[in-house]
């Protein structure tokens, strides 16, 4: 089955896209939650046990022995359907189970899920467990185009996969020094036939000495600066004399970011 993406537009008419979150990892957060959920039924079950045992002994709570049965059966019950209520409208509509396997539930409109629907979509959850296994919502999820339940349905939302951040890019050295000098595209004014004029072969001794820019010696780097200036600065018309190696660097440096958009791709 081919990945399947969910298109929003935002009011200010930018395109979100997210990828639906399909039966497989749906399921994985499910079984993840409801671990974690056995484990503290066991746990309550095991402490009323052995609080039950210790009251057997004392006349005192004979009557009321009941009494702390119904408390952890309701108690559970709370936890076990409040558990998903609770983490899907505080937790960003994200479960421990979802946010594990990187998963989410939203609004169809992109938005964060609301506390009602929150609820409606959790009450709901008790039709979609039917006949047994969340049979009914498992056979939602697998023929809908949307991957949505029933009670996914009801309350608007769906379920996708956490959008990741895309990742810097790591400066290379020569793009370190040109931001530590603060150096922008802006700093040359160049028109366009100036700039059409510039040659593949141009770029390329730009390029070349801008890889080779802090493995050369000073000295011998400001000869190489003030020679390229001479052959490529001059010729195009841009002013070269009276400037101190400092600024006859940063001209050719900002070149460099101006020929890099222009040729970069197209050699």
Request: no cysteine; net charge neutral.
């Amino acid at each position: 089955m081919t990945e399947d993406h969910l298109d929003i537009k935002t009011p200010e008419y930018v395109a979100i896209q997210f990828q639906i979150a399909g039966l497989g990892s749906r399921a994985a957060a499910f079984i993840i939650d409801q671990a974690l959920l056995m484990i503290i039924n066991i746990l309550a079950i095991v402490i009323l046990f052995f609080v039950m045992d210790g009251m057997e002994t004392s006349p005192f709570f004979l009557t009321e022995s009941t009494f702390p049965i119904a408390v952890v059966v309701i108690g559970l019950f709370v936890l076990n359907w409040g558990y998903f209520f609770f983490f899907e409208f505080f937790s960003g509509g994200r479960t421990l189970g979802k946010r594990m396997v990187g998963i989410r539930v939203i609004q169809e409109n992109g938005h964060s899920i609301t506390l009602l629907s929150s609820f409606i979509r959790n009450l709901v959850r008790l039709i979609d467990s039917l006949p047994t296994a969340y049979f009914l919502g498992i056979i939602m999820i697998f023929f809908h185009p949307k991957h949505k339940r029933l009670g996914d349905l009801v309350a608007g939302t769906i379920v996708v996969h956490e959008r990741k951040a895309k990742k810097k890019k790591k400066l290379t050295p020569i793009e370190k020094e040109i931001n530590l000098r603060g150096l922008t595209e802006n700093d040359l004014e160049l028109d366009d036939w100036t700039l059409k004029s510039f040659t593949a072969k141009d770029w390329k001794l730009v390029s070349t000495y801008a890889s080779r820019f802090h493995q050369l010696p000073v000295e011998e780097r400001n000869q190489l600066t003030k020679q390229i200036a001479d052959l490529l600065l001059t010729k195009k018309g841009i002013e070269v004399a009276g400037k101190t190696d400092t600024d006859l660097e940063n001209t050719l440096l900002v070149l460099y970011l101006v020929l890099k958009d222009e040729w970069e791709f197209e050699l």
